[in-house]
């Protein structure tokens, strides 16, 4: 068994420098990271780059751009200033793929097809600057628990239905065990995005109860929750998906453990469930 596709996302192990990160990939043969902007800044964007680059690491994905359903002008132009820094920044580290989580109700509002349409307009921006830098946009469907303050985009349809306004090379979408397991339309969405190439990143984490409060940082690791990540991987792979899957876990249980263990256990839990 190989770890060949396994790429291990910042999040999962954010007690560990991006140096400290970087060496424990290669001490344990890791060929990929998702990275995270706010970690990538404090570190230096150049000196990141630098980093991976002469680590030989993949940078798979860089999170997160998004954040667009506002509907005041001035904080809207703020968004999308900071999504096109955002592209300027995989760009600069090496990635294809941003991944966007698209926003939640603004305050006071009731609106979420009014909200949808306003990530539309800002992909429709957003799109055509990001493929010319040789950036995909992975727009990211949430758990529906998440749709109020975070994501109105809680499906893998909703999020297809607004990637396929534009070509695949522009906008795509992200592919999460977690945010999608209990929707048993997802296999006909998966197949339905490999047919267009909108598949831009596969992402694991395990579904396990009781959820933590405040749930954000309830992500399991694999092969202790509901999920069988096998068949996920047999969707996204039959769709036509051949690309790095990536584990982003938010736990705060892992997050206390050392951080060179927790990477190590990632990758023997990745071979023993996902491969």
Same mark, same amino acid.
């Given at each position: 068994?190989?770890?060949?596709?396994?790429?291990?996302?910042?999040?999962?192990?954010?007690?560990?420098?991006?140096?400290?990160?970087?060496?424990?990939?290669?001490?344990?043969?890791?060929?990929?990271?998702?990275?995270?902007?706010? &970690?990538?800044?404090?570190?230096?964007?150049?000196?990141?780059?630098?980093?991976?680059?002469?680590?030989? $690491?993949?940078?798979?994905?860089?999170?997160?751009?998004?954040?667009?359903?506002?509907?005041?002008?001035?904080?809207?132009?703020?968004?999308?200033?900071?999504?096109?820094?955002?592209?300027?920044?995989?760009?600069?580290?090496?990635?294809?793929? +941003?991944?966007?989580?698209?926003?939640?109700?603004?305050?006071?509002?009731?609106?979420?097809?009014?909200?949808?349409?306003?990530?539309?307009?800002?992909?429709?921006?957003?799109?055509?600057?990001?493929?010319?830098?040789?950036?995909? +946009?992975?727009?990211? &469907?949430?758990?529906?628990?998440?749709?109020? =303050?975070?994501?109105?985009?809680?499906?893998?349809?909703?999020?297809?239905? $607004?990637?396929?306004?534009?070509?695949?090379?522009?906008?795509?979408?992200?592919?999460?065990?977690?945010?999608?397991?209990?929707?048993?339309?997802?296999?006909?969405?998966?197949?339905?995005?490999?047919?267009?190439?909108?598949?831009?990143?596969?992402?694991?984490?395990?579904?396990?109860?009781?959820?933590?409060?405040?749930?954000?940082?309830?992500?399991?690791?694999?092969?202790?929750?509901?999920?069988?990540?096998?068949?996920?991987?047999?969707?996204?792979?039959?769709a036509g998906?051949d690309g790095?899957?990536?584990?982003? +876990?938010?736990? =705060?249980?892992?997050?206390?453990?050392?951080?060179?263990?927790? +990477?190590?256990?990632?990758?023997?839990?990745?071979?023993?469930?996902?491969?």
């Open positions: 068994m190989s770890l060949a596709r396994f790429s291990i996302n910042q999040m999962t192990v954010k007690q560990l420098s991006l140096p400290e990160l970087v060496d424990a990939c290669r001490e344990l043969g890791v060929p990929g990271v998702g990275l995270w902007r706010e &970690p990538v800044r404090a570190h230096g964007l150049e000196a990141t780059a630098a980093l991976v680059r002469d680590a030989g $690491l993949a940078v798979t994905t860089l999170c997160r751009g998004g954040f667009l359903t506002a509907t005041d002008p001035a904080e809207r132009a703020r968004a999308l200033d900071d999504n096109r820094a955002a592209v300027d920044e995989a760009a600069t580290l090496g990635t294809d793929t +941003l991944v966007l989580v698209s926003g939640g109700l603004p305050a006071g509002s009731k609106d979420l097809h009014g909200a949808r349409e306003r990530i539309a307009d800002a992909l429709g921006e957003l799109g055509p600057y990001a493929a010319a830098r040789g950036v995909r +946009l992975a727009v990211e &469907p949430l758990h529906p628990m998440y749709a109020a =303050d975070r994501c109105v985009v809680s499906t893998l349809a909703q999020a297809l239905d $607004l990637a396929e306004r534009f070509p695949a090379e522009q906008v795509g979408v992200t592919v999460d065990t977690y945010h999608l397991w209990w929707d048993d339309t997802a296999p006909a969405q998966i197949a339905r995005a490999g047919a267009s190439g909108r598949i831009h990143s596969f992402q694991l984490a395990d579904w396990t109860t009781p959820l933590p409060e405040g749930v954000l940082n309830g992500r399991g690791q694999i092969g202790d929750g509901a999920i069988d990540m096998r068949e996920w991987r047999s969707y996204v792979e039959k998906y790095p899957i990536e584990v982003e +876990l938010f736990n =705060d249980a892992l997050w206390a453990r050392d951080g060179r263990e927790v +990477l190590a256990e990632t990758a023997q839990r990745f071979l023993a469930h996902a491969v």
